[in-house]
T-cell receptor, first 115, second 110 residues
Framework: SAVISQKPSRDICQRGTSLTIQCQVD?????MFWYRQQPGQSLTLIAT?????????ESGFVIDKFPISRPNLTFSTLTVSNMSPEDSSIYLC????????????FGPGTRLTVL | GENVEQHPSTLSVQEGDSAVIKCTYS??????FPWYKQELGKRPQLIID?????GEKKDQRIAVTLNKTAKHFSLHITETQPEDSAVYFC?????????FGTGTSLTVIP
C-alpha cells in the first residue's frame, strides 16, 4: 500500500487568487491522479499527473485553470487558478500501484472554500 | 469515455441483514473494478476489488461479483453492522483512468 499526504488540509481563499495543493506519497507509485469531490457527491477525475510531462486532463478541465506538476514519482501539485466560488470543493490526490495503475490509494483531501 | 452508473443512491438495512449495491459500466476495455468506502469527512478507502478475469471474490462479510458480458458488478455485504454505515463508491478502470459511480449512502439501523 501507499501512504499519501496532502497540504494544506483546508483553506479559505478570495475570488481571483490561486492555490497550490501538494501531494506526497511515501513510496513510488505508477500513476498519480487528482480528483474533485463536491460535498455529498462522487469523485470526478480532473487529470492524470504524468511524471516529467504535461498532465492528461479529462473533459471539462483545462491546464490553464488546473495546472499540475509531477517532478518525480512521489510528488505532485495541483494549482486552482483564478478561483471563483464554484471552485469550492474537496480536492483529492491519489496514487496507484501495481500493473496497469491499479490499487489506488487516496490522500486525505484539501477542503477549499472560495469567497 | 467510461460511464459508471450505481444504484441505489441510498440504502437502509436492519443490522444483521444483507446489503447489495449494483453498478454498470459502458467501456468493454475496463478490466479492474474496485469498491471504496467513504466515511463522513474521511478519504475513500479501498475495501475490495475484482479483475476482469474473475467472476467473484469474497473477503469475510464482503463479496463482489462481476458479469463481463452484461457489464455489471455488485457489492454484497452480509451480516451488516452499524459501522458499515458509510457512502460506497464503485469504480471502473482500464488501467489508465478510474471512473467512479455516483455513490450509495448505506445506513445500518441497530
Amino acid at each position: 500500500s501507499a501512504v499519501i499526504s496532502q497540504k494544506p488540509s483546508r483553506d479559505i481563499c478570495q475570488r481571483g487568487t490561486s492555490l497550490t495543493i501538494q501531494c506526497q506519497v511515501d513510496s513510488q507509485v505508477t500513476m498519480m491522479f487528482w480528483y474533485r469531490q463536491q460535498p455529498g457527491q462522487s469523485l470526478t477525475l480532473i487529470a492524470t499527473a504524468n511524471q516529467g510531462s504535461e498532465a492528461t486532463y479529462e473533459s471539462g478541465f483545462v491546464i490553464d485553470k488546473f495546472p499540475i506538476s509531477r517532478p518525480n514519482l512521489t510528488f505532485s501539485t495541483l494549482t486552482v487558478s483564478n478561483m471563483s466560488p464554484e471552485d469550492s470543493s474537496i480536492y483529492l490526490c491519489s496514487g496507484a500501484v501495481g500493473t496497469g495503475g491499479n490499487e489506488q490509494f487516496f490522500g486525505p483531501g484539501t477542503r477549499l472554500t472560495v469567497l | 469515455g467510461e460511464n459508471v452508473e450505481q444504484h441505489p443512491s441510498t440504502l437502509s438495512v436492519q443490522e444483521g441483514d444483507s446489503a447489495v449495491i449494483k453498478c454498470t459500466y459502458s467501456d468493454s476495455a475496463s478490466n479492474y473494478f474496485p469498491w471504496y468506502k467513504q466515511e463522513l469527512g474521511k478519504r475513500p478507502q479501498l475495501i475490495i476489488d475484482i479483475r476482469s478475469n474473475v467472476g467473484e471474490k469474497k473477503d469475510q462479510r464482503i463479496a463482489v461479483t462481476l458479469n463481463k458480458t452484461a457489464k455489471h458488478f455488485s457489492l454484497h455485504i452480509t451480516e451488516t453492522q452499524p459501522e458499515d454505515s458509510a457512502v460506497y463508491f464503485c469504480a471502473a478502470s482500464n488501467g489508465n483512468q478510474f471512473y467512479f459511480g455516483t455513490g450509495t449512502s448505506l445506513t445500518v439501523i441497530p
